[in-house]
């Protein structure tokens, strides 16, 4: 008896330590006791279009010269940026909130929004050098992180004003079978106050709920769906059962043999 004793207190061990070996990314996100939806309705979500702030990255051409801003390339790029081509130059904006342009000079872009950047280096363009000039303008240092059940996780350039998540999932590859579409986390803000706002795929409102326009900084998190959990959980515990048996079938041999 005090042998079987000792050969249940082993196995009842051997289930502490091994229980601890299931999946832990499962439930990367999913603690609540300090952070909940803080925008929980659509009407709770005021939209206002980015502005741009100092290091910044933009990139801009004009259409109407496909390799440079002006017809000819500067010797060199006081804005901090470089780079020709059809993609066009960047230059990053300053801390004085100005970015320095080939011939035009610096140039005040923070606080406005993109399109008003655009428009006012155009005009400046047109009034100083170029004939109908056309200024296309690009942030293109704005990023979200993609992570969890999505086939391409990583972090992804916000390219145009009010990228929606479904096009932003379209990008990365789409959702993984495993993945819990109904629950879809978008979290901004500071390591101290943040925002979590779910999103509900299954629900064809979704593609125009404003709270899925992501923002520079957000972090997109798609959990596994029960189902998969539930097939994770007993196949963890297949794996923890196995050894154990087979540790339990030897020492009743072991026992049995040694009282004979």
Known sequence: MRNYTFICLITGIL???????????????????????????????????YRIKTQDILQIRNLQSIKYIVDEAPSTNAGGGGGGGTAGQTFQVEDDGTVALPVIGHVKVAGLTRPEAAKQIEGLYRTNLLKD????????NLKVTMLGEIKGQGNYTLTKDRTTLV????????????????????????????????INLRDIQSINDPRAILQSGDVIYIAQNKRTIRNDKLQNLSVITQPVLLLLNTALIIFTLSHR
Do not use: H
């Open 15 to 49: 289930f502490l330590l091994t229980s601890c070996s299931s999946k832990q990314y499962q439930y990367l996100f999913e603690q609540k006791n300090n952070v909940t939806d803080t925008i929980s309705k659509a009407s709770d979500v005021a939209i206002s279009p």
């Open 133 to 140: 000039p056309i200024i296309e303008l690009k942030i293109i």
């Open 167 to 198: 096009e932003m999932i379209g990008e990365a590859g789409g959702l993984t079978d495993k993945a819990n579409e109904a629950n879809v986390k978008i979290i901004r803000g500071d390591q101290k106050n943040p925002q979590v706002t779910e």
